[in-house]
T-cell receptor, first 115, second 112 residues
C-alpha cells in the first residue's frame, strides 16, 4: 500500500516562528499536494508539485512556501506563523495521468496550533 | 475560484435505507469527479471516481454524473452505521494540473 507519512501528528508553535511540515511518500508518485482543512471551510489547496523542484500555487498560498528537493519529499513552510494558520494540514500524493491513476493518497495529517 | 458545492447536512438516514448525496460544480470543462469518505479524526479516502455521464456502480455505492447540469451524486444502498462519515465531492480542475478542488463535505449519519 502507498504510504504518505507526515512527520508530526500534533504541533504547537508560537506566533512568528518559522514552521516546517514534512511529508514523505514511498510510491514514487510525481504529484504531491498540501491542503489545509478547517471546520466549515473544507479542504483548501495551498500548494502542489508535479515534479522535483516544481511548485504551483493553490487557492490559499499566502503565508506559505514549499520545497521539493527530492521526489519523495514535499515540505510546507510557514515563514512566520500566525494564529490564523492554526489548522489541520494534510499532505497527499498521486500518480500522473488520467483515469484510474488519479487517486489521492493522504497522510494522517498534522494538527498545528499557533499560540 | 471554481466552486464545488455540497449540502453540509447532517443527512440522517435509517439503517438499510438509501442515502443520496449531491454535489454541483461551476467549472464546465471539468472532466474528472471523485467521492472521498472521511471518518472523524481520519484522512479522506477515495471511494468512487467517475468520468463519463451516467451511472457507475461499485458494490453498495453508485456515482451519477450529469455534465450538462454540472451535477454529481453518490447513492449508498443498504446504508450501515459504519457508513456514518463526511463525504467529500472533488473535481479535477481543468487549469490546475492534477490538483483536486473539494467541496466542504456532507455529514452522513446512519441510525440503527
Amino acid at each position: 500500500d502507498v504510504k504518505v507519512t507526515q512527520s508530526s501528528r500534533y504541533l504547537v508553535k508560537r506566533t512568528g516562528e518559522k514552521v516546517f511540515l514534512e511529508c514523505v511518500q514511498d510510491m514514487d508518485h510525481e504529484n504531491m499536494f498540501w491542503y489545509r482543512q478547517d471546520p466549515g471551510l473544507g479542504l483548501r489547496l495551498i500548494y502542489f508539485s508535479y515534479d522535483v523542484k516544481m511548485k504551483e500555487k493553490g487557492d490559499i498560498p499566502e503565508g506559505y512556501s514549499v520545497s521539493r528537493e527530492k521526489k519523495e519529499r514535499f515540505s510546507l513552510i510557514l515563514e512566520s506563523a500566525s494564529t490564523n494558520q492554526t489548522s489541520m494540514y494534510l499532505c497527499a500524493s498521486s500518480n500522473q495521468g488520467a483515469g484510474t491513476n488519479e487517486k489521492l493518497f493522504f497522510g494522517s495529517g498534522t494538527q498545528l496550533s499557533v499560540l | 475560484q471554481k466552486e464545488v458545492e455540497q449540502n453540509s447536512g447532517p443527512l440522517s438516514v435509517p439503517e438499510g435505507a438509501i442515502a443520496s448525496l449531491n454535489c454541483t460544480y461551476s467549472d464546465r470543462v471539468s472532466q474528472s469527479f471523485f467521492w472521498y469518505r472521511q471518518y472523524s479524526g481520519k484522512s479522506p479516502e477515495l471511494i468512487m471516481s467517475i468520468y463519463s455521464n451516467g451511472d457507475k456502480e461499485d458494490g453498495r455505492f453508485t456515482a451519477q454524473l450529469n455534465k450538462a447540469s454540472q451535477y454529481v451524486s453518490l447513492l449508498i444502498r443498504d446504508s450501515q452505521p459504519s457508513d456514518s462519515a463526511t463525504y467529500l465531492c472533488a473535481v479535477k480542475l481543468a487549469y490546475s494540473g492534477y490538483a483536486l478542488n473539494f467541496g466542504k463535505g456532507t455529514s452522513l449519519l446512519v441510525t440503527p
